[in-house]
């Protein structure tokens, strides 16, 4: 009997309670749109047909990278901008294309740099700029070409852009979090722009991340973060997360791939 004792395996330890948003809110996460205004009207129009019904608060998270890439960033703004000034509530999360604009705006050099090399061009098409013109530009002129073509209010709109929102037991931000530090404490740089200390950390988070910036070619769950950037710009697959209670699903848009 006391051998019995000595040697008996410990009980496992109980499983952990599901994530959950608040009751009786339903979040729609949405990924990097990245200029892809067909897709975000495809995916919008879901969104609504799934909503259809529900009578609590509906909110809808865009996770940041509105822009450059794909060939119509300047509609995708204008698209966001009328979804912030109506019913239901809308959550903007400043990812590193938007300060990228934002910086290269402003005339820094290394953002014009970076801005150019990761998109740029296609954002400054879709704003009217000819493309001999672009192609001639060197970096000051760039910077005036984007304060002469970007209306002033798309940037202060693109500069509103939160950088991360709490909603219950999940923390949605743009690129991720940096390990150890709680969600409060963490720098506006990290959420916009880590990527290997945050992908390789098996650890737990100050609650599950949902997250865009690196590409999948699907949806990645894991214990401690869900990325949901499924490279919408190529491949015509933009993806929003659908919470509610302990619930998770997806819903995706189904548009033609791209060559941007």
Same mark, same amino acid.
């Given at each position: ?5 000595? *040697?008996? =395996?410990?009980? +496992?330890?109980?499983?952990? $309670? +599901? ?10 996460? #949405?990924? %990097? #749109? ?8 495809? &995916? ?5 047909? /799934? ?8 909110? &809808?998270?865009? !996770?940041? %990278?509105? #822009? ?18 109506? $019913?239901?509530?809308? %959550?903007?999360? =400043? ?5 990228? &604009? !934002? ?8 953002? !014009? ?19 001999? /013109? ?10 005036? &070409? ?10 202060? *709109?693109?500069?509103?852009?939160? /950088?991360?929102?709490?909603?219950? %037991? ?8 940096? +390990? ?17 200390? *945050? ?21 990645? *769950? ?20 659908? !919470? ?5 699903? #997806?819903?995706?848009?189904?548009? $033609?791939?791209?060559?941007?």
């Amino acid at each position: 009997m006391v051998l019995s004792r000595l *040697f008996r =395996k410990p009980a +496992p330890a109980p499983a952990a $309670p +599901p994530p959950e948003v608040p009751a009786g809110v339903r979040v729609y996460a #949405i990924g %990097d #749109i990245h200029g892809r205004l067909d897709c975000l009207d495809e &995916l919008l129009a879901a969104i609504d047909r /799934d909503s259809a019904g529900f009578s609590g608060e509906i909110r &809808l998270i865009f !996770l940041g %990278d509105l #822009i450059d890439r794909g060939p119509d960033s300047r509609g995708v703004v204008e698209r966001a901008m009328t979804l912030a000034a109506a $019913p239901p509530r809308c %959550d903007f999360i =400043k990812g590193n294309h938007e300060e990228l &604009l !934002l910086h290269a705006a402003q005339g820094e050099r290394s953002a !014009l740099t970076v801005f150019h090399r990761v998109g740029g061009r296609e954002t400054m098409l879709s704003y009217g700029a000819d493309p001999g /013109d672009y192609d001639a530009c060197d970096f000051e002129q760039l910077a005036e &070409l984007i304060r002469r073509l970007v209306p002033a209010d798309h940037l202060a *709109f693109l500069d509103s852009f939160g /950088d991360g929102v709490a909603l219950g %037991d999940y923390r949605f931000v743009h690129a991720g979090m940096r +390990p150890g530090v709680p969600f409060e404490e963490q720098q506006a740089s990290d959420l916009r722009w880590i990527r290997r200390e *945050f992908l390789n950390f098996e650890g737990s988070f100050d609650g599950v991340i949902v997250h865009g910036h690196t590409i999948s070619e699907a949806p990645e *769950f894991r214990h401690n973060r869900i990325g949901i950037d499924t490279g919408a710009f190529a491949t015509g697959r933009l993806t929003a997360l659908v !919470l509610e209670g302990p619930e998770q699903r #997806i819903l995706e848009s189904h548009g $033609p791939t791209g060559s941007y």
